[in-house]
């Protein structure tokens, strides 16, 4: 494994890029920073709402591991765009000389203190302008207030996230996981802007990209959003499952040792199906999986109301209930099934395929010379212009030297 804080140029080396944003907004400029973008993040004399968010590091009162994280590669610097005309020219000088704004917020928060896209490309026509809001610029939601748990709710996710009634009756919706609809935003808006910079290389014009979180999500429902618009049916949420117009079968199991396996595609593939009959078999379960009926994928296939599916997972239940999570795994993996366990965070930074792929890195600790942090590496493999850990997330002003004029 490579030193995660001695990458060569990224791919994106030599693009400035200015952040204005808290939660909303940051994971975009972390994506460009880490591929090699200069990424300045220009925070309030307070500093970004992002510090404050949770977990705080364990001994380290108002130490925030989530911004440590969503803010690597990135020059911090002060400019109080609320209150200072002079730290707003200060503003429009950077924007000069930058090759994209990243806001993020409500709709015209930038344009009402006169930086906003019409009056900085005035004197920077090659600008890109990327502003990530909860809804978008205009239309009736436009000013409403959210928050990464209410752009779940209506973006259509918390409707498909839920529980079998038998494991939890009355279940409400469920919110899938921290975050969530901040990073699907963020993705939506490195893209915009990647596209922008084609377009830009190509013509020499900026433009002004209008990224809504509200947007970003609904077109990511998976089920939900195409079951009600071709057949008007609104889905069933299940656990740890697809949610779908119909209860179908189990997919998580409670393996011997208490832990839990997952299994997906049981008796769908007629090339792997005599092989996992015959793995199930030798351990004494499902002798009645060599009748006549269960010869057809459709009827194996859970998910079509079939006894046989029915019958088929109950096999796959018992099964896994007398064997222990970890030899289903492998055992079924070696038959080309892809199933596996529910992991734990322990576990999953334990796990050897990781470690041999690098994928964890030790980050350098803001603030601690000579101490380090694991974190999530390289989302992907560039071979030419590979993704480095240059720095570590900035302090609050850290840069202000290096970057404002004078300074």
Known sequence: ?????????????????????????????????????????????????????????????????????????????????????????????????????????????????????????????????????????DGPWANYHSSDMVALALGGQMNMCGYDP?????????????????????????????????????TGQGQFIDCSMHEALAGTTELGMPYWLYSGQNIIRQTGRHASVARTERWVYHAKDGRDVLVFGVGRDPSTWPKVKKWLQASGFGAQLDE?????????????????????????????????AETVYREAQALDQAWGVVRAPDETLADPHWADRGFFVEAPVPGRPGTSAKMPGAPYTLSATPWSLRRPAPGLGEHNGEVLPGG
Not at 57 to 69: D, H, I, K, L, N
Not at 176 to 182: A, L, M, R, T
């Open 1 to 137: 494994m490579s030193d995660a804080t001695n990458g060569t140029g990224g791919a994106l080396d030599g693009i400035r890029i200015l952040e204005v944003c808290d939660e909303l907004g940051q994971y975009a400029g972390k994506l460009l920073a880490d591929l090699g973008a200069d990424v300045i993040k220009i925070e309030p004399p307070s500093g970004s709402a992002a510090r404050a968010a949770t977990p705080h590091v364990e001994g380290a009162p108002g130490e925030s591991a989530s911004f440590w994280y969503y803010n690597t590669n990135k020059r911090s610097i002060v400019l109080d765009l609320e209150s200072s005309e002079e730290d707003r020219a200060a503003f429009r000088e950077l924007a000069e000389h930058a090759d994209v704004v990243l806001e993020g917020g409500a709709p015209g928060r930038l344009a009402a203190l006169g930086i906003g896209y019409d009056t900085l490309r005035g004197t920077n026509p090659a600008l890109i302008h990327c502003a990530v809001t909860p809804f978008g610029q």
């Open 166 to 202: 038998e494991d939890l009756p009355g279940a409400p919706p469920t919110y899938p996981q921290v975050d969530h609809g901040y990073n699907t935003a963020g993705h939506f808006a490195t893209v915009g802007i990647l596209v922008a910079l084609l377009h830009r290389d190509a």
């Open 292 to 324: 006549e009926r269960f010869a057809s994928p459709l009827a194996r296939q859970p998910g079509r109301g079939s006894l046989e599916a029915k019958e088929l997972m109950a096999v796959v239940a018992e099964f896994i209930a007398n064997t222990d």
